[in-house]
């Protein structure tokens, strides 16, 4: 085979693999997309309407319990993990921590990050059992704070050190204090924490092994903290696993609602990023 | 005739990471005030690294050993209670790399007054942050949209702010590092041209890779070589009459490329 043959070859196979999995992602979400859709068109109100009593065998009612589920567990479990992320990359970008420290919490970073979630789930489960408590939504929260934490911090561990070393000189040179100067880094870094932020609170909607047997498999609309609760993806699976055939039909509404939320997340992130990026150095100008 | 703002003696710079690199070993100079003084010599000699120490700004990472002792204004910058940010506050420092913050253009001149809280109201800032744009020969340029983020001017603009900005909190002096090395020549035209009138009231310690740059802005010159001050002269005797070999080569020499031990940045 000559050289230029060769290159075609390779152009051609590089080419067709981003086909194939443009394609995947395409069928995936259309398919989701149409199917859930038509669902959702025909009956709209089954996002905001509770379940009925006895709504996994009769369909009565909708998944509003589900929806509100996410939000209450996903949302306050985004913020815990935010902190701990942010502090934690902050810590080990700083002139506090030594370089040999971060190596070693980047390695176990990854090695979380790469923990399939079902552990988290069986590790939270554990704990609430020798707590004597049962799963509620405070352990989903748990649960899926533990689940972002890896996700976030990398994120924004990224960001800190690709902001410029030149940034923190200058606040130096003006006489700015190690937190000040941090502060300002911090700023420099916004577009990739605040899409960090973002990208964990869609990868937590999304996952479902880990509220699995935390939070509590619950029909009924959220009750409070230390009640059961559940989250889309677990309806998701239980609505598809379900007798009634509208019951399961329910599972494409519902994974409708997933996926539009997961993409405008996304495109909240890219949209969000790109308007800080006018701030930092080196970004796309006004 | 001067009096002397800033002083080093017997300053040493040392590297002690992988390798050790002894960048400036025993340096003993005198810069006087309202002089601009030019900072020459081949790349790699130190001249970062010098101009770095003379802001405490090695305190800011591992690895680097410091002797020897600066004087601002009498006072010893390295052997003092004052804690490091009081004293870089007196110092001012624009890096070679020209870098905005990420902020408003109004805000990147105000961040020096804001965190010493070096003004009394919002007007005073206002006036404060428009005299020193002024002075960089910026204002004009940028008046209109002194709320845009400072990221989108050009280079050349954002190395005057840079100036503006260190110039806000009234140092004592004024340490610039090539500060024209990453502009076009244009730019670099007008960043120089504001060196020039900011030469004329304030105390400035300017590393250079270009000798006419010297030549044209400096009143004092130092040749830096391997970490050790081999000539210093006010400007016309020496260029015109180099008291040392070294110096003398490297005045007429083709370039500094034959010298040129590093890449050049
Ligand atoms: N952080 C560092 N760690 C180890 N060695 C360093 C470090 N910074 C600089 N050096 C070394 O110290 C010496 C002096 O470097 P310095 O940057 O001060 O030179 P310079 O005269 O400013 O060069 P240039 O004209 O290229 O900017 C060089 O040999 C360089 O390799
Ligand atoms: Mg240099």
Known sequence: MNRYTRERVAGVAVRAATVLVLAVMAIVIGVTLARGGRVLLANPAIVVTPPGSRYMLEANGGFLHAVLGSLFIVGPATVVSMVLAVSTAAYLQSDYSSERFSDVTNMFLNVLWGTP??????????????????????????????????????????????????VREATYGLGATRFESAVMTARAA??????????????????????????????????????????????????????????????????????????????????????????????RNS | MTDTVLETE??????????????????????????LTAIIGPSGCGKSTYLKALDRLHDIQPNVEITGEVYLRGEPVYDTD???????????????????????????????????????????????????????NLFEEVSDRLDAPAAGLSTGQIQRLCLARSLAVEPDVLLCDEVTSALDPISAENVEETLAELAEEYTIVMVTHSMDQAKRLADEVVFLYLGEVVETNDVRSFFEDPQHERTKRFVSGPTDDEYAVSDAT
């Open chain 1, 190 to 283: 916004l577009p990739g924490i605040v899409a960090g932020v973002i990208m964990g609170f869609a990868r937590g909607v999304g996952d479902a092994a880990t509220v699995l047997f935390t939070a509590g498999r619950s029909t009924r609309m959220p009750g409070g903290l230390f009640e059961p609760a559940t989250t889309l993806p677990v309806l998701v699976f239980d609505q598809a696993t379900s007798f009634n055939a509208e019951v399961r039909s329910h599972a494409y509404a519902a994974s409708f609602v997933l996926i539009v939320v997961v993409l405008g997340l996304i495109l909240a992130s890219k949209l969000l990023a790109g308007r800080y990026a006018r701030f930092a150095p080196g970004g």
């Open chain 2, 10 to 35: 017997n300053l040493a710079v040392t590297y002690t990471g992988d390798r050790r690199v002894e960048a400036v070993k025993g340096v003993d100079l005198a810069f006087p005030e309202n002089r």
């Open chain 2, 82 to 136: 004052e804690p490091a940010p009081e004293i870089r506050k007196q110092v001012g420092y624009v890096p070679q790399e020209p870098t905005a913050l990420p902020l408003s253009i109004y805000e990147n001149v105000a961040y020096g007054l804001r965190i010493h809280g070096l003004f009394d109201s919002k007007d005073d800032l206002d006036e404060l942050v428009e005299r020193h744009l002024r002075k960089v």
């Open chain 1, 117 to 166: 979630p079902i552990v988290y789930g069986v590790f939270v489960l554990t704990v609430v059992i020798a707590l004597g408590a049962r799963t509620s939504m405070f352990y989903g929260i748990v649960a899926i704070a533990i689940f972002q934490y890896p996700i976030m911090t990398r994120y924004t561990d990224e960001a800190l050190r690709s902001a410029p070393d030149t």
